[in-house]
């Protein structure tokens, strides 16, 4: 009789769970957010400076579609509630709305970003300028709707370094390493030299730059204070070096040494300057670079007969070098993306030309991102959505960047030629 | 300790009376529920273009030990593709035995077959909404999923939605969600039998799958 | 609130980005150094013109000696015997594809296989200073074959 009441009452569990549909999707077209961006209320010629920046900023990621300016409509406000039916029609999927507020010597922004399906604000914001710096006021107000409206870290606000060679009527050079920001406005020279520099590098807090100079006759790296612009060659050494790149905690410098007549990889400790050797093999090992949680590094070695794409693991005690592309015979420069997702590098398909490729970890096979013919020195920026590389058109260098959501732009020097770009770290 | 013994019994017992009135007002108890509890268990339907793929086999086997036996294998196999027709599949199983019990039991398993069409049909009108509304992605790695939950009003305006599952890229999560905010509306919602929408369409999963 | 989140942004910015300077730099005329214990001596211009001639030449990808470079490094090998005080710069040359970093330790490796060649030869290694250009100092501006293939060199100095 017991027995039985127990069967029952097991045999009735009861499945509570409740009826969840589960449907999959799998196709769509082209990701663009469509943005209308209302000049900004103020000083005429301010708000066109400002609005020309921003919607330069945002088309160039590719991702955002902006309406254009003969489009827009009159905001509408009734009873203090914006109204939306106007953008739906437009296909928006969000407004964006701002004030311009003079505020001494400068000029402060207030924006605000509605959703139009939502039918309410997400973001109000206020970005203080200081003067004379319109155009990083635009670009930090960018990087706000970006990332209000991507949840992705804008990348308007950092900056790039660069080398642009001149060359004047008797064909001499002139070598001159560059920053500016990452539309390439506001340029500034930081170092001037008839002899070539090459491999800039920015230093994790975006406060120095390491870069290879010949001028003492032979590849050396120096370290400079972007501020003061006081430099130091790295190392007091009579030997080449080449190939720095900063470790993620600005600690260490990577370098590549040619003491033995081979070029290997060295570590080089900033505090004290002590060396620690980490290849030591009779082919070429260069252009190191770290993981951004800088435990691993990425370089270029010949040891398999040509340049391909190899990686150590830091945290073993002594760390074994492991191949990281199989395909092609001509894999280098490669750098982590910020997610450490995969790699971009440079790899020199079977018609002998050279493009920017990506290799996503998990898959076994690569994307090839350009379509030039000399591809070279990409760095990605470090939100991961855009590469900047360098160029050859019509036998002159410069420099070009694409986003992965399939924007391209170009940025041509306005003097001479430009390579070698180095993109910098988050600087907001 | 007699007593206590009594006591358990009739607590037992009450408990047991407890339930079943709870259980048959929850509707376990209804012939036509206990099946498509099956059904209501999360489905993954796939949509493709192509082929229809083999991999079909997703449906969660809900852990009944009620009736499952005697439903056919196309049932718990049901793949709603925009070119298969799903009929054929129940219709072409047809059960022989002339005796009562499985006449109603066939009887049962039609109105089951008829509800599953519907379900199917709007679920591919959801789907199709939202794929019309997607934008992918470019230069993703392959084999992302990103499964978001909606909480949809009987009107078919989306109510809710929440990232369930992220797919680890975060361009990916985005294009889910931001298919879902442009879609607002399932229009055709209006023509779901109210007692189906609240069994089925009131929250559902959707995952996004591009390989 | 609002001037001290101003004065910090202030700050913060312009440690940034005011006061880039600009570093000028002028070359000098850098003389053969370092080389252990011999004197430096300006070459006689029948030495330069030996060493000019002693260009050699190189295959894409590779740093290994043809049998035309080996001819051509006689002279320089000889010339080095006959005159004990003479020390060399042997540079390394790269054409401009592939990349810069792994082009200048290209143009080493070919340094490097000239002057062992020169070693093998009876030369002290004490005599040579092996360096590498890269692409950084092409010889003929082009980007085609002719162009390149003049410039994948070592030069003797």
Same mark, same amino acid.
């Not at chain 1, 993981?291 to 040509?306: E, M, V």
């Given at each position: 009789?017991?027995? *039985?009441?127990?069967?029952?009452?097991?045999?009735?569990?009861?499945?509570?769970?409740?009826?969840?549909?589960?449907?999959?999707?799998?196709?769509?077209?082209?990701?663009?957010?469509? +943005?209308?961006?209302?000049?900004?209320?103020? *000083?005429?010629?301010?708000?066109?400076?400002?609005?020309?920046?921003?919607?330069?900023?945002?088309?160039?990621?590719?991702?955002?579609?902006? !309406?254009?300016?003969? !489009?827009?409509?009159?905001?509408?406000?009734?009873?203090?509630?914006?109204?939306?039916?106007?953008?739906?029609?437009?296909?928006?999927?969000?407004?964006?709305?701002?004030?311009?507020?003079?505020?001494?010597?400068?000029?402060?922004?207030?924006?605000?970003?509605?959703?139009?399906?939502?039918?309410?604000? +997400?973001?109000?914001?206020?970005?203080?300028?200081?003067? *004379?710096? $319109?155009?990083?006021?635009?670009?930090?107000?960018?990087?706000?709707?970006?990332?209000?409206?991507?949840?992705?870290?804008?990348?308007?606000?950092?900056?790039?370094?660069?080398?642009?060679?001149?060359?004047?009527?008797?064909?001499?050079?002139?070598?001159?390493?560059?920053?500016?920001?990452?539309?390439?406005?506001?340029?500034?020279?930081?170092?001037?030299?008839?002899?070539?520099?090459?491999?800039?590098?920015?230093?994790?807090?975006?406060?120095?730059?390491?870069?290879?100079?010949?001028?003492?006759?032979?590849?050396?790296?120096?370290?400079?204070?972007?501020?003061?612009?006081?430099?130091?060659?790295?190392?007091?050494?009579?030997?080449?070096?080449?190939?720095?790149?900063?470790?993620?905690?600005?600690?260490?410098?990577?370098?590549?040494?040619?003491?033995?007549?081979?070029?290997?990889?060295?570590?080089?400790?900033?505090?004290?300057?002590?060396?620690?050797?980490?290849?030591?093999?009779?082919?070429?090992?260069?252009?190191?670079?770290?993981?951004?949680?800088? *435990?691993?590094?990425?370089?270029?070695?010949?040891?398999?007969?040509?340049?391909?794409?190899?990686?150590?693991?830091?945290?073993?005690?002594?760390?074994?070098?492991?191949?990281?592309?199989?395909?092609?015979?001509?894999?280098?420069?490669?750098?982590?993306?910020?997610?450490?997702?995969?790699?971009?590098?440079?790899?020199?398909?079977?018609?002998?030309?050279?493009?920017?490729?990506?290799?996503?970890?998990?898959?076994?096979? $690569?994307?090839?991102?350009?379509?030039?013919?000399?591809?070279?020195?990409?760095?990605?920026?470090?939100?991961?959505?855009?590469?900047?590389?360098?160029?050859?058109?019509?036998?002159?260098?410069?420099?070009?960047?694409?986003?992965?959501?399939?924007?391209?732009?170009?940025?041509?020097?306005?003097?001479?030629?430009?390579?070698?770009?180095?993109?910098?770290?988050?600087?907001? | 300790?007699?007593?206590?013994?009594?006591?358990?019994?009739?607590?037992?017992?009450?408990?047991?009376?407890?339930?079943?009135?709870?259980?048959?007002?929850?509707?376990?108890?209804?012939?036509?529920?206990?099946?498509?509890?099956?059904?209501?268990?999360?489905?993954?339907? #796939?949509?493709?273009?192509?082929?229809?793929?083999?991999?079909?086999?997703?449906?969660?086997?809900?852990?009944?030990?009620?009736?499952?036996?005697?439903?056919?294998?196309?049932?718990?196999?049901?793949?709603?593709?925009?070119?298969?027709?799903?009929?054929?599949?129940?219709?072409?199983?047809?059960?022989?035995?002339?005796?009562?019990?499985?006449?109603?039991?066939?009887?049962?398993?039609?109105?089951?077959?008829?509800?599953?069409?519907?379900?199917?049909?709007?679920?591919?009108?959801?789907?199709?909404?939202? #794929?019309?509304?997607?934008?992918?992605?470019?230069?993703?790695?392959?084999?992302?999923?990103?499964?978001?939950?909606?909480?949809?009003?009987?009107?078919?305006?989306?109510?809710?939605?929440?990232?369930?599952?992220?797919?680890?890229?975060?361009?990916?999560?985005?294009?889910?969600?931001?298919?879902?905010?442009?879609?607002?509306?399932?229009?055709?919602?209006?023509?779901?039998?109210?007692?189906?929408?609240?069994?089925?369409?009131? #929250?559902?999963?959707?995952?996004?799958?591009?390989? | 609130?609002?001037?001290?989140?101003?004065?910090?942004?202030?700050?913060?910015?312009?440690?940034?980005?005011?006061?880039?300077?600009?570093?000028?730099?002028?070359?000098?005329?850098?003389?053969?150094?370092?080389?252990?214990?011999?004197?430096?001596?300006?070459?006689?211009?029948?030495?330069?013109?030996?060493?000019?001639?002693?260009?050699?030449?190189?295959?894409?990808?590779?740093?290994?000696?043809?049998?035309?470079?080996?001819?051509?490094?006689?002279?320089?090998?000889?010339?080095?015997?006959?005159?004990?005080?003479?020390?060399?710069?042997?540079?390394?040359?790269?054409?401009?594809?592939?990349?810069?970093?792994?082009?200048?330790?290209?143009?080493?490796?070919?340094?490097?296989? %000239?002057?062992?060649?020169?070693?093998?030869?009876?030369?002290?290694?004490?005599?040579?200073?092996?360096?590498?250009?890269?692409?950084?100092?092409?010889?003929?501006?082009?980007?085609?074959?002719?162009?390149?293939?003049?410039?994948?060199? %070592?030069?003797?100095?």
């Amino acid at each position: 009789m017991k027995k *039985n009441f127990l069967l029952f009452t097991l045999l009735i569990a009861p499945m509570l769970s409740y009826g969840e549909l589960f449907l999959e999707v799998t196709k769509g077209s082209e990701e663009q957010y469509r +943005v209308a961006m209302i000049p900004f209320e103020g *000083n005429a010629r301010v708000s066109k400076q400002l609005n020309n920046i921003m919607r330069n900023d945002l088309i160039r990621t590719g991702e955002f579609s902006i !309406l254009d300016e003969e !489009l827009l409509l009159p905001v509408k406000i009734i009873d203090d509630e914006l109204i939306y039916s106007d953008w739906k029609l437009l296909g928006m999927d969000y407004l964006v709305t701002g004030t311009i507020i003079k505020a001494n010597n400068s000029i402060d922004i207030n924006y605000e970003i509605y959703d139009v399906h939502k039918k309410r604000k +997400v973001r109000s914001s206020k970005v203080f300028g200081i003067p *004379n710096q $319109i155009r990083q006021l635009a670009h930090y107000t960018s990087d706000g709707i970006y990332e209000s409206i991507t949840g992705i870290k804008g990348i308007a606000a950092t900056r790039l370094l660069y080398v642009n060679e001149i060359k004047d009527s008797q064909r001499i050079s002139t070598y001159k390493l560059m920053l500016a920001d990452s539309d390439g406005a506001n340029e500034k020279t930081l170092l001037s030299s008839s002899e070539p520099i090459i491999s800039p590098s920015w230093s994790p807090d975006g406060k120095r730059v390491a870069y290879v100079s010949f001028e003492t006759g032979m590849a050396k790296v120096f370290i400079q204070e972007i501020a003061s612009g006081k430099r130091e060659a790295v190392l007091s050494k009579d030997t080449q070096i080449s190939s720095p790149s900063w470790s993620p905690d600005g600690k260490y410098l990577s370098l590549t040494l040619y003491q033995d007549g081979n070029a290997e990889i060295y570590i080089l400790r900033l505090r004290d300057r002590t060396l620690t050797r980490m290849t030591n093999q009779f082919a070429i090992d260069t252009e190191s670079t770290w993981s951004p949680k800088g *435990n691993k590094i990425l370089f270029t070695s010949g040891r398999s007969g040509s340049p391909q794409i190899y990686e150590l693991d830091l945290r073993k005690l002594n760390p074994k070098a492991k191949r990281v592309s199989f395909e092609g015979t001509y894999n280098a420069k490669a750098s982590y993306l910020p997610n450490e997702e995969g790699i971009i590098f440079v790899h020199r398909s079977g018609n002998g030309l050279f493009h920017i490729a990506l290799k996503y970890k998990r898959e076994n096979f $690569i994307r090839i991102l350009t379509e030039a013919k000399m591809d070279e020195s990409p760095s990605v920026a470090p939100n991961g959505n855009m590469v900047i590389y360098g160029i050859k058109e019509e036998n002159l260098s410069l420099l070009a960047g694409f986003s992965l959501s399939g924007a391209k732009f170009k940025l041509p020097a306005s003097k001479g030629e430009v390579r070698e770009p180095a993109w910098s770290n988050f600087l907001r | 300790m007699i007593a206590n013994h009594r006591y358990i019994q009739a607590s037992l017992f009450s408990f047991c009376i407890h339930a079943a009135i709870f259980l048959y007002i929850y509707g376990t108890f209804d012939v036509n529920s206990s099946q498509s509890l099956l059904i209501s268990k999360p489905l993954q339907i #796939e949509i493709k273009f192509d082929l229809p793929s083999e991999k079909k086999k997703k449906i969660v086997a809900a852990p009944l030990k009620v009736d499952t036996s005697s439903l056919k294998q196309s049932t718990q196999d049901i793949v709603y593709s925009k070119t298969k027709d799903v009929s054929k599949n129940s219709k072409d199983d047809a059960f022989i035995e002339s005796n009562i019990a499985s006449l109603l039991l066939e009887e049962n398993e039609i109105k089951a077959d008829k509800e599953q069409q519907e379900i199917s049909m709007y679920a591919q009108r959801i789907i199709s909404s939202i #794929e019309d509304a997607w934008m992918k992605p470019r230069n993703i790695p392959g084999d992302l999923v990103a499964t978001l939950r909606l909480k949809i009003r009987s009107s078919g305006r989306i109510e809710g939605v929440d990232l369930i599952k992220s797919s680890g890229n975060i361009r990916f999560d985005n294009s889910a969600l931001q298919a879902v905010r442009r879609v607002e509306t399932f229009n055709f919602f209006n023509s779901i039998p109210r007692s189906l929408y609240e069994k089925e369409f009131q #929250e559902i999963a959707i995952s996004f799958n591009p390989s | 609130m609002n001037k001290s989140i101003n004065t910090f942004f202030a700050l913060s910015l312009m440690l940034i980005f005011s006061a880039c300077s600009s570093v000028q730099i002028t070359e000098e005329a850098v003389s053969d150094q370092s080389v252990a214990g011999v004197s430096i001596t300006s070459k006689s211009t029948a030495t330069q013109a030996v060493l000019a001639n002693a260009v050699v030449y190189f295959d894409y990808d590779q740093f290994n000696l043809t049998s035309k470079s080996i001819q051509a490094l006689k002279g320089v090998s000889d010339l080095m015997k006959r005159n004990q005080k003479i020390t060399i710069s042997v540079e390394g040359h790269a054409d401009e594809r592939g990349t810069r970093e792994y082009n200048l330790a290209l143009g080493q490796r070919r340094a490097e296989s %000239v002057a062992n060649y020169l070693i093998a030869n009876g030369v002290k290694r004490n005599r040579l200073i092996t360096k590498s250009y890269g692409e950084e100092r092409p010889l003929s501006l082009g980007s085609n074959d002719t162009a390149w293939s003049k410039n994948r060199r %070592v030069e003797i100095k």
